[in-house]
T-cell receptor, first 115, second 110 residues
Framework: GAGVSQSPSNKVTEKGKDVELRCDPI?????LYWYRQSLGQGLEFLIY????????KSGLPSDRFSAERTGGSVSTLTIQRTQQEDSAVYLC?????????????FGSGTRLTVV | DAKTTQPNSMESNEEEPVHLPCNHS???????IHWYRQLPSQGPEYVIH???SNVNNRMASLAIAEDRKSSTLILHRATLRDAAVYYC???????????FGTGTRLKVLA
């Protein structure tokens, strides 16, 4: 596609429920990143995928958070037993390769509200 | 990761140039300087990046100090659509993890 696509754009869920957030990166981009942005805050790194390498999960805030990337393309971020502090905008980005010289293209994000 | 420091907010009049500063005194020789901006209710978008030399593109110019300890993003003629949060980020070649600060919120006055 022309850009990074995320779905759903908005999600309201009850505390304790599981949610899945989807990211379709730009075709051919081998690197994929998840960030989250709480209200009025900067972006917080969550996880990074590069090709077939093991992902860097160092930013995941707890074991309730997990992510996978199937076939080197689509990625799903799963949050189990959601808590109110999980409310945020979850942003996905992709880039042609990893490395500091390559810019990211971000999606518009999924706004998650836990009630 | 090297840290960047930016003012929390700035204001500019429409049609005037805007200079957004960024300090990065602990920058290393392999760190690239990236600028992104985030419009309301959108993900960040790439603006420009550079290593040592000044850079120009259709969106902006990036002026990098000779010692590389600071840089300035220049919007040549601000428009209302340039109102956004501007992030200055350092990333080393071969690394991938951008560390975003809180950025500078630019307000453009009509």
């Amino acid at each position: 596609g022309a850009g990074v696509s995320q779905s759903p754009s908005n999600k309201v869920t009850e505390k304790g429920k599981d949610v899945e957030l989807r990211c379709d990166p730009i075709s051919g981009h081998t690197a994929l990143y998840w960030y989250r942005q709480s209200l009025g805050q900067g972006l917080e790194f969550l996880i990074y995928f590069q090709g077939n390498s093991a992902p860097d999960k160092s930013g995941l805030p707890s074991d309730r958070f997990s992510a996978e990337r199937t076939g080197g393309s689509v990625s799903t971020l799963t949050i189990q037993r959601t808590q109110q502090e999980d409310s945020a905008v979850y942003l996905c980005a992709s880039s042609p390769q990893s490395g500091g010289v390559y810019g990211y293209t971000f999606g518009s994000g999924t706004r998650l509200t836990v009630v | 990761d090297a840290k960047t420091t930016q003012p929390n907010s700035m204001e500019s009049n429409e049609e005037e140039p805007v200079h957004l500063p960024c300090n990065h005194s602990t920058i290393s020789g392999t760190d690239y300087i990236h600028w992104y901006r985030q419009l309301p209710s959108q993900g960040p978008e790439y603006v420009i990046h550079g290593l040592t030399s000044n850079v120009n593109n259709r969106m902006a110019s990036l002026a990098i100090a000779e010692d590389r300890k600071s840089s300035t993003l220049i919007l040549h003629r601000a428009t209302l659509r340039d109102a956004a949060v501007y992030y200055c980020i350092l990333s080393a070649s071969g690394t991938y993890k951008y560390i975003f600060g809180t950025g500078t919120r630019l307000k453009v006055l009509a």
